[in-house]
């Protein structure tokens, strides 16, 4: 008679292949979890995507995001090897640029990294500080009220070493192309821009500027005058010599672009002969002497042209209506050069002020000081 398995043996068996089948799934679940840990989740897939993670948003819900955004596999399995790897301890807050081609690891090493995505911002010259903000709030970099604010708080711009601190960094947000990230804050964007100035503006130009018997301040607002007057980069040292030549002799500078300025809020690309009888400390043709603060953003060129003007004789200076001027010594020759392109109408072409009901020229306020309006050149940019 065969003898049966005792119940005891039957349980041991059972037990030994549970035992063997838990350790196989453990084995695979680890395979499982390895692979999708360590392998990308579309190798082949280079298509790159943008993701921002603001201060304080929680590892799961960067993982989950990942995962909608299908850069990973599995949120779950992302977020614990981010664990296991202690990579969301050193997570910094960003704009990153990543692909479902690259590994988790590699994912996690770009987070760690802090190395934001990097956005072109172009500060054109001749740009003033309100085109500054508008185009600051207009590419995602925050609020242009805040931004104005900033580059006129007194505490703030002390900050900057600048010595003596200006009034407002109109002027100093050196014109450029700044490679911004989106973490950094409108403190960190104007620290940029004025750093740049301060690289333009060394010790030959500080020495230069006091030969000239000028402040830097004054010799800024002076190349932020020069740049608003021409698009002619050969043109800027004459115009520089002819502002000069009339501060000397102590005329009015009668320059459109700082009575434009001084009405920036109400401008819309018509100037009246009225904003020019209006008193304010940017209206170059009722204030003697410079205006009280830069009225744009100078680039290197002007500010080089305002430290050495061209010597000439010139006090005047009239819009071909092309880009150039025709440069003059005396007001009987403006007169002249002034009917013949502004007051006629085939050579203005519709660009002029005069185009107005009022085709009045504006009276000297004072004799000989004054030259009869002329239009400031389109800027091509």
Known sequence: MRSQPSENGSFKVTVAVSVLLLIALVFSGLGFFFRTALQAYQPANTTRVIIEIPKGKSPPAIARQLEAMQVIR????????????????RAKAGEYE??????????????ESGLSVSHPFLIREGENSYEVAADIEAKGFGPKEKFLKLSRDASFISS???????????????????????????EDILRAMVKRFQAAWGANEEQRARELGLTRDQVITLASI??????APE????????????LRKKMRLQSDPTSIYGIWSRYRGKI????????????????????????????????????????HHYLYFVSQNNGTHIFTA???????????FQLDPKAREGKSWRDLKSRSVLPSPLPNLASPLKKSPTRSR
């Open 74 to 89: 599995n949120h779950t399995i992302f977020l614990y090897y981010g664990k296991l790897k202690g990579s969301w301890a």
């Open 98 to 111: 990543l692909s479902p081609s690259m590994s988790p690891s590699q994912i996690l090493a770009i987070l």
């Open 160 to 186: 900057l070493g600048l010595l003596p601190p200006p009034k407002s960094l109109e002027g100093y947000l050196f014109p450029d192309t700044y490679m911004l990230q989106r973490k950094m804050s409108q």
């Open 226 to 231: 020069v740049e608003k007057e021409t698009g």
């Open 235 to 246: 043109e800027r040292p004459i115009i520089s010599g002819v502002f000069h030549n009339r």
């Open 272 to 311: 009246h002969r009225s904003d020019l009888m209006e008193m304010n400390p940017y209206n170059t043709y009722m204030i003697p002497g410079l205006p009280v603060g830069p009225i744009s953003n100078p680039g290197n060129t002007a500010m080089q042209a305002t430290l050495n003007p061209a010597e």
């Open 330 to 340: 005396t007001y009987e020759e403006h007169s002249r050069a002034v009917t013949k």
